[in-house]
């Protein structure tokens, strides 16, 4: 009781009979205010109280995913400040205890304070530290939003803080990934006609996204995808919604082990490692180097500033691309080359790739829910999808047209290596992934870290092991299907298809069924179709292709 009231607030939860809940802001001045009308204008109702849902597995998802797609808007005001705590205590040790949710965070506190109001009672008798000299004023609804909370390890933001461009730029820093690097590759797989494909997924996963935004306002307490799958169909919902998250999130770190393995390797093709009968090629060396690389950083608890250095991912993304447009023009490697038609064989291919372009959907309630102004969310995604898209369109016939039918999975491992920006896509495509790695299994981790027994909850070793066993388990695969291309086409096909188009449709059948529209309902079962054959076509293509290669 010695730290000052004046440096952060507590937010608490009053127990009511018929669970209506009731949070009380106490104040640096000592006076107790309701939060909810501060945050009454402008919101949905979701966001006023904490998460109903958030009891069941995973707990973690929300803070986790937050952290992952950059969601908070950047703060660099910590220097000098209590935050300053979490730089200082970032690996495992530092807060393996915090791993609880803030519903169990706030059951614990809550008997160190009052949590009840007497109606006659004048506010200095509800003060939690008697303040010198308090001056009674209401706060301005400006002022309370710019409070602070107590950061907790899995506490969910209480106040709204992105505005319409940070949310433009989460979206765009969560689709715009490694997936355009095979956009010229599906050309050649589908010809310049699958592009039709492209963009009508794009206008799909447009649709689905505003869906999931119709779920979230349906009733309060949804903040999360796993919150609207146990809204939809019950914890077996949130469960199943959740493991299909957890491994599209895994085997997207297998593809960043596959990617650093094939371009550190062009670029250093001679390197190899003959160590007491093991014989590793270029590939299988810079892919275990990878691994190793990236280890340290999963072993961090507090991955805030790599979550700052990876929203620059879109910045990568348009360097990468803006180095192919360079190579193609500037350098005069030429446009020489016509794409087919229409390639009906491979096609579900191409549909798996244009597919894993607009896997974002993971992240979009979280995008929502944090906005400022949640009223825009549709135009955010119009903005974002309009910009991704018109990215993966130009660069797929820039990257065909210059390289033809030799162009491989990854249109980087095709620029010529002796140009100088061709060294600088290549190299920006090798960094990029060591920053988002971790990010990207930090939820994966977090989740089967919340199964360890509580008695084990201070095991640092437990934990650590599991994250490691995460990272070789992902470095195994890589090396079992290096073919970043026909993998790539596997996710895209068999999970982007179910995050993007079918579960979102279901869901929003299931919660909004007595509201929805005869067109709406139509509408969504075209989508579901749609998902269903092009998941169970792509699907098989891939697995075949697959096969194929490792025979």
């Not at 939809?232 to 593809?255: D, K, N, P, Q, W």
């Not at 290596?417 to 971790?438: C, D, E, G, M, R």
Request: proline content about 6%; charged content about 10%; glycine content about 6%.
């Amino acid at each position: 009781m010695n730290k000052s009231s004046s440096e952060r607030s507590l937010y608490i939860e009053s127990d009511d009979e018929e669970n209506d809940t009731e949070k009380l802001v106490v104040r640096g001045d000592g006076y107790d205010t309701d939060s909810s009308d501060s945050f009454s204008h402008g919101s949905p109702n979701h966001s006023k109280h904490p998460s109903s849902y958030n009891t069941s597995w995973p707990q973690s998802y929300r803070q986790s995913i937050d952290m992952y797609s950059s969601v908070a808007s950047p703060n660099i005001g910590f220097l000098g400040t209590p935050n300053l705590s979490r730089l200082s205590s970032s690996y495992l040790s530092s807060s393996l205890q915090r791993r609880h949710t803030p519903e169990i965070l706030t059951s614990l506190i809550k008997p160190l304070l009052p949590t009840k109001k007497e109606p006659s009672s004048p506010p200095q008798q509800q003060q939690v530290l008697p303040p010198p000299a308090p001056t009674k004023r209401v706060p301005s609804q400006k002022a309370l939003a710019e409070q602070k909370p107590a950061k907790i390890s899995h506490e969910v933001p209480l106040s709204r803080q992105c505005s319409f461009g940070q949310a433009v730029l989460n979206g765009m820093n969560v689709m715009c990934g490694v997936g355009i690097l095979s956009t010229p590759f599906a050309i050649k797989e589908g010809g310049w006609m699958g592009i039709f494909v492209l963009i009508a997924f794009a206008l799909i996963a447009l649709y689905t996204g505003i869906l999931l935004r119709d779920c979230l306002d349906s009733e309060p307490g949804l903040q999360t995808y796993p919150d609207i799958g146990q809204a939809a169909f019950g914890t077996i919902g949130r469960f199943a919604i959740s493991i299909i998250l957890y491994v599209e999130l895994y085997a997207c770190c297998v593809e960043f082990i596959i990617l650093e393995g094939d371009n550190l390797s062009s670029l250093f093709p001679g390197a190899h490692l003959n160590l007491a009968g093991l014989q590793l090629n270029s590939h299988q060396l810079f892919a275990v180097v990878a691994t190793l690389a990236v280890l340290p950083t999963v072993w961090l608890r507090d991955l805030s500033i790599l979550s700052y250095i990876s929203a620059g991912g879109v910045i990568s993304s348009m360097l990468v691309v803006l180095c192919l447009f360079w190579v193609g023009v500037v350098d005069q490697v030429g446009l020489q080359y016509k794409p087919h038609a229409l390639n009906l064989s491979s096609l579900p291919v191409a549909i798996g790739l244009y597919g894993y372009c607009y896997s974002g959907h993971a992240v979009f309630p979280n995008i929502y829910t944090s906005m400022k102004k949640p009223s825009q969310f549709p135009v955010v995604l119009i903005t974002s999808f309009a910009i991704c898209t018109a990215m993966y369109a130009g660069v797929a016939f820039m990257g065909y047209s210059m390289f033809g039918e030799s162009i491989v999975s990854q249109f980087t491992l095709n620029m010529p290596h002796q140009l100088t920006a061709s060294k600088i896509a290549v190299w920006t495509t090798v960094v990029n992934p060591f920053t988002k790695y971790a990010l990207t299994l930090s939820p994966v981790a977090l989740s089967l870290e919340e199964l360890i027994p509580s008695m084990h909850l201070k095991s640092y070793f437990i934990a650590i092991l599991i994250r490691t066993a995460l990272v070789v388990s992902t470095l195994l695969v890589a090396l079992s299907v290096p073919f970043f291309g026909l993998v790539m086409a596997l996710i895209g096909s068999l999970l982007t298809m179910l995050v993007t188009m079918i579960l979102p449709c279901a869901c929003y059948l299931s919660i909004v069924r007595r509201k929805v529209t005869i067109f709406q309902v139509l509408l969504c079962i075209l989508i579901l179709v749609i998902g269903i054959i092009s998941s169970v076509v792509g699907t098989y293509t891939a697995v075949a292709g697959i096969i194929r290669s490792m025979c």
